[in-house]
């Protein structure tokens, strides 16, 4: 199965992080106005398997997974261009990034829910290596966002001020056109990153941010429609934690972040930064490759 139109290759299996993974995948479909992929991806039978029963471990499996896509599919809400199938992989995150390059989807959405502890969005092994390694944008989804997932009404994207943000910036203003969606811009600018607790010694420290931020936005306005709304916004606090905790976040809200500079080109690899907005954020989070 090969595809040219835009799509979302969303992660399925039949469990809360799958659901989860399901919900925001279809929310983004209508919103962004693509095709979803649902891969529901199944190990190959070994060999002793096949020696045991040849042909029916296989066939169960297949089975199975069948079912649980076609119980997916049907739950999607009307207007979803949906399609689901079974693909067979040792290593899944390796598999799934496999087959959204095949498909060029333009975002692989999962699930957050797994053995890591990372606040709402707990990243189990798949997620985890996906993050680290893919080369296509990851939408990570918080833990039970399916129960209160809604269309996309705003994109945050957190800019830093160091170099390589471009790809960033393009994936996010791309996002927002097509939406038809207000962008945010984001600087952190928490105390353990040089920020004083005596305000009147951050003069220079906030007066920097304002000045990136303000470029940015002439730049961003630019790859926009014209009267397009963009806003800015800094966020402080004593951490990057109690920093991003401290803005407000409204249904329908989405972050993009971009990859840490110890990516490979091309690659993902979740930074510092983004990991500890990770453990208070209950919005997804789309991680973009690094220079892509």
Known sequence: MTTSRPNLLVAYLA????????????????????ELKVCLVVPPSTAAEKAAAPGDFQE???????????????????GVDAEGYVAEYENTAEGLSIEARRLNSSMIVVGGS???????????????????????????????????????????????????????????TEACARADVPLR?????????????????????????????????????????????VSTAIATGKTVEDAAASLEWEPG????????????????FLGSTAAKMLRVLAVPMIVVPRGA
Do not use: K, M
């Not at 169960?60 to 009307?78: E, G, K, M, Y």
């Not at 893919?134 to 170099?163: D, F, Q």
């Open 15 to 34: 469990t809360p992080g799958g659901e989860d993974a399901l919900a925001l995948g279809a929310q983004l479909a209508l919103s962004l106005h693509t």
């Open 60 to 78: 169960i499996l297949d089975r199975q997974a069948t079912t649980w896509l076609d119980d997916a599919l049907s739950s999607l809400p009307d």
């Open 114 to 172: 797994g053995g890591g502890i990372l606040g709402r969005h707990s990243l189990g092994s798949i997620v985890t290596n996906l993050v680290h390694t893919s080369t296509t944008p990851v939408a990570v989804t918080p833990r039970g966002i399916r129960e209160v997932v809604s269309p996309v009404t705003r994109i945050t994207c957190a800019v830093g001020r160091r170099p390589g943000v471009d790809a960033l910036l393009q994936a996010a």
């Open 185 to 229: 811009l984001l600087s952190l600018l928490p105390v353990d990153d040089g920020l004083s607790s005596d305000s009147s010694q951050d003069s220079d420290a906030r007066r920097a941010v304002n000045d990136h931020l303000e470029r940015t936005v002439a730049a961003v306005r630019a790859d926009l429609p014209a009267g397009h709304p």
């Open 253 to 268: 809200d989405l972050i993009y972040v971009g990859s840490s500079r110890l990516a490979q080109p091309f690659h993902l």
